[in-house]
């Protein structure tokens, strides 16, 4: 089993999409989604977990657990990082002045 995410970086207000996926597309059922081990949502189709508008506090390692072929499964954990809006904006700004140095 494991877990896709739609980015494992995150700006902070933007979504994250997570799912847990099985081995040949087969069908899991009976899905836990967790944080830090914490359980967040049960999903008994194996529904996507969605958060809206990513906050700082949603960054941690997440896994799923759930049946597969009736046979319960762990995915590997999966590092999630939500990063400010202000820090992409300052290391932009640092790649930029590096790059006309180099010119």
């Given at each position: 089993?494991?877990?896709?995410?739609?980015?494992?970086e995150v700006l902070e207000g933007e979504s994250l999409?997570?799912?847990?996926h099985g081995w040949r597309n087969w069908k899991i059922k009976k899905v836990i989604y967790y944080k830090d081990d914490m359980a967040l949502k049960y999903s008994y189709k194996?529904?996507?977990f969605s958060i809206t508008n990513?906050?700082?506090?949603d960054s941690g390692s997440y896994f799923c657990k759930g049946l597969l072929q009736k046979q319960p499964c762990v995915s590997e954990p999966l590092r999630i990082?939500?990063?400010k809006g202000e820090l992409v904006r300052e290391k932009e700004i640092v790649h930029s002045r590096e790059r006309r140095e180099d010119i």
């Amino acid at each position: 089993m494991l877990l896709q995410a739609s980015a494992e970086e995150v700006l902070e207000g933007e979504s994250l999409f997570l799912r847990c996926h099985g081995w040949r597309n087969w069908k899991i059922k009976k899905v836990i989604y967790y944080k830090d081990d914490m359980a967040l949502k049960y999903s008994y189709k194996n529904q996507v977990f969605s958060i809206t508008n990513a906050s700082l506090n949603d960054s941690g390692s997440y896994f799923c657990k759930g049946l597969l072929q009736k046979q319960p499964c762990v995915s590997e954990p999966l590092r999630i990082t939500v990063i400010k809006g202000e820090l992409v904006r300052e290391k932009e700004i640092v790649h930029s002045r590096e790059r006309r140095e180099d010119i």
